[in-house]
């Protein structure tokens, strides 16, 4: 079973940067891809970027956030993989909890659709404050 903690979500200001991370129990698995959502208050969790794990590690954006946001992989850790994402010149419609979820199956990879992923966090507060 894989398990998925986010950290790092705080209070931060408008223009400010943040850094969230996902830590997962070490993947059994050499193909996989992992993604950050976004949940706001009474709407659908959102889709914000994906990274596969295989090769040069590719990623891809919502074009709501591309050129702020910035997904990454650090699989240094023998035990377990973190994924990373830095989000920077915060805005309030930022403000939401971040979710990580990751898809271990043998298709494609959902990318920033919520069906697809079999494993996801509880996720990490992120509020910007104007």
């Known amino acids: 079973q894989v398990r998925l903690v986010e950290s790092g979500g705080g209070s931060v200001q408008t223009g400010g940067s943040l850094r969230v991370s996902c830590t997962a129990s070490k993947f059994a698995f050499s193909s996989y891809c992992m993604a950050w959502f976004r949940q706001f208050p009474n709407k659908e969790r959102e889709g914000v970027a994906f990274i596969g794990a295989n090769g040069n590690h590719t990623a891809k954006y919502a074009d709501s956030v591309k050129g702020r946001f910035t997904i990454a992989l650090d699989k240094g850790n023998p035990d377990t993989t973190t994924l990373l994402l830095r989000i920077d010149n915060l805005e309030p419609a930022d403000t939401a909890m971040y979710v990580c979820?990751?898809?271990?199956?043998?298709?494609?990879?959902?990318?920033?659709?919520?069906?697809?992923?079999?494993?996801w966090g509880r996720g990490t507060q992120v509020s910007v404050s104007s």
């Open positions: 979820a990751a898809y271990t199956g043998r298709g494609y990879c959902p990318g920033l659709t919520t069906s697809g992923y079999n494993y």
